[in-house]
């Protein structure tokens, strides 16, 4: 009976798990509030706008899809959005979680690699351009412009002069009248 007991526990957070991760993506808009300069580069790029370059008939073909609107079907995301590279971002999308890199990770996020682009981007594509992981990279940057504003908040924030000292603490330095030293 125990058996029976553990195997349909299994058996149910197996399905709870599929059924979780069918529903983990938020959609790009949502990184928007965080990343706008990420987003902005996403929007004006050719993956933002993968599905919309196909037919009406590769539309419906699922080896077209497969690359062009991964997402689609289980996830209502068209074209390859932030998500499809970086994973579904419901379990890493609060701030608290994004503001710890190891926590995000832990929580979902993915930092994609040449494997994970060469999935899409390989000889048997239709392009039949060879693929440039290097210059790819490049030409995706979505992530130096919100580095660099990062890096000058940080600097000016150390910059910034110590706040001033309570009058209390500042009549405490003070020497008495007549007192030289």
Known sequence: MTSLVLRACSLLVLCAASTAAAYDF??????????????????????????DVLSPVQQRDAR?????????????????????????????????????????RLAGLVDPTEKACRACHDASSPSLKPFDFAAAL?????????????KKEQSSSRARPAPARSFAAWLSHQKPPGFSK
Do not use: F, I
Not at 26 to 44: F, I, M, R, T, V
Not at 77 to 98: D, N, R
């Open 26 to 51: 938020l959609g790009a808009e949502s990184c928007q509030a965080c990343h706008p300069d990420a987003y902005a580069a996403w929007k004006g790029s050719s993956h933002a706008r993968a599905k």
């Open 64 to 104: 077209c899809l497969s690359c062009h609107a991964p997402n689609d079907v289980d996830q209502k995301q068209a074209g390859v959005t932030c998500e499809t590279c970086h994973g579904g971002g419901q379990y890493y999308s609060p701030k608290y979680v994004m503001k710890d890199p190891e926590l995000a």
């Open 138 to 150: 490049k030409a995706m940057d979505h992530w130096s412009v919100e580095r660099e504003k990062r």
